[in-house]
């Protein structure tokens, strides 16, 4: 039974969508997801054993969650149960429990199938448990958002989560051959439009269907070319929610590309975010935590352009400013890299941490009363401009504490001068020692 007819309507109700037409009639029509549904996949081998666990279906928009639970219930002949988390509450959980067990009690097991499971609150999510525990219930949950941040780890232990692929342009063009054969009409593209038609689902193969049927309609009288399609149909939005996981994962993506050094990754990744509608400060900002994280004193000058790039954007505003950001953004990926400053700190951080309160030595502390002068304060301090070598010998740590190295700047951009900087004046300290001796 499909969707449309699940619903109490036929083909004389009015027109079927396409979508719903092309639905598979078996796991072997599923595009894209062999990897869970074919021989060997977890889905595969449950159905060849003839034992259902609940599961979540973890995936993009239209690759086949809905049409998955539905063809499992149907090959191992369990009843067929669908809520939807935005739609249902506490009370239709419990008529939903009710009719399982009865069912049950009478030798038929229940598939419920629950899409956005991740919109339950966690009470709610905490009621799925003892129906799964005592196998009232097979749970499917569907989600497009990780698991791991939105569902109760108690729900995670007693549901193998089965992550389904977004669709690939190989799996869209079967779908569209698919469309073609049951329309009985080619689509009226061009090569390069029927590319640009894949790319503009976004991997989305139920939005690809609907695509399919915008184009139908126009009935134009020759190909389509790329440019005349983008005029005559809606594109996808980007699947990017800037609260969620797709955020994070883009976030990482361009600060490793940055990283990296790959200029050209780290600018597709800024598009993508800001084409997703990410706040472009929120970018800024981490565009100065790579300036002071990956690349600190090896180029002071990139801190510099990451600031520049917040005032830029502050005045002009969007779009104008996102071409500072870009500017920042391609200047720290062609920097030279280096967390020597980064290191150092978290060194200095465990050891204030585990060293205790003690006191600076006595001849760097400040003598303002006399008192002060009489009790040692500032008793030996050398002022190293006056010095022959520019350098002192005198102690900056605490008496009680090994002076230790933290900073350990490395071969790269103005870190290498430091280096050499660091290592003359150590030289020049062990030369004053020896000539006290």
Do not use: C
Request: charged residues 25%; aromatic residues 6%.
């Amino acid at each position: 039974m499909t969707l449309f007819e699940a619903a109490g309507l036929d083909d004389t109700a009015g027109p079927r969508p396409l979508a719903d037409r092309l639905r598979p009639k078996s796991l072997a029509d599923v595009i894209g997801q062999s990897h869970l549904i074919g021989p060997e996949g977890p889905i595969g081998r449950m159905l060849a054993a003839r034992r259902l666990s609940s599961m979540i279906l973890w995936g993009p928009p239209g690759t086949g969650k809905t049409t998955i639970a539905r063809l499992l219930s149907q090959g191992l002949n369990l009843h067929f149960e669908q809520l939807s988390a935005i739609f249902s509450g506490v009370a239709e959980l419990r008529k939903v429990f009710d009719m399982a067990r009865a069912r049950r009690s009478q030798g038929r097991a229940t598939l419920l199938f629950v899409d956005e499971i991740h919109r339950f609150n966690r009470a709610q999510q905490d009621s799925f448990l003892p129906v799964m525990e005592d196998g009232t219930v097979i749970l499917i949950g569907a989600t497009t958002e990780n698991p791991s941040f939105e569902l109760n780890a108690a729900i995670l232990s007693r549901a193998q989560v089965m992550v389904l692929n977004r669709l690939g342009m190989d799996d869209l063009e079967r779908l569209l051959a698919r469309a073609e054969a049951e329309t009985r009409q080619p689509l009226p593209l061009d090569a390069e439009a029927r590319t640009a038609l894949k790319a503009m689902a976004d991997g989305d193969g139920r939005f690809l269907l609907n695509l399919v049927e915008q184009v139908l309609a126009l009935k134009p009288t020759a190909p389509l070319a790329p440019e005349q399609l983008m005029r005559a149909i809606q594109k996808r939005a980007p699947v990017y929610d800037k609260g969620r996981e797709g955020h994070y994962n883009l976030v990482s993506a361009l600060h490793k590309s940055v990283r990296g050094s790959d200029v050209n990754a780290s600018l597709y990744w800024l598009a993508r975010m800001l084409s997703g509608g990410e706040d472009p400060l929120y970018i800024i900002r981490r565009v100065v935590r790579m300036a002071v994280e990956d690349i600190g004193l090896a180029d002071p000058n990139a801190l510099v352009q990451a600031l520049a790039a917040k005032d830029a954007f502050e005045l002009m505003g969007s779009p104008e400013g996102e071409l500072a950001i870009a500017q920042a953004v391609i200047y720290v990926a062609v920097a030279p890299k280096s967390n020597a400053a980064y290191v150092a700190f978290k060194r200095a951080q465990a050891s204030a941490g585990t060293s205790g309160s003690l006191n600076p030595p006595m001849n760097i502390l400040n003598a303002p009363t006399r008192m002060m002068k009489e009790l040692g304060y500032g008793k030996d301090y050398v002022y190293e401009p006056d010095t022959d070598l520019g350098v002192s010998t005198q102690r900056f740590f605490p008496e009680e504490m090994r002076p230790e190295t933290y900073y350990e700047p490395r071969g790269e951009g103005l870190e290498a001068r430091i280096r050499e900087r660091l290592e003359r004046w150590e030289a020049l300290r062990r030369q004053a020692i020896g000539s006290l001796k």
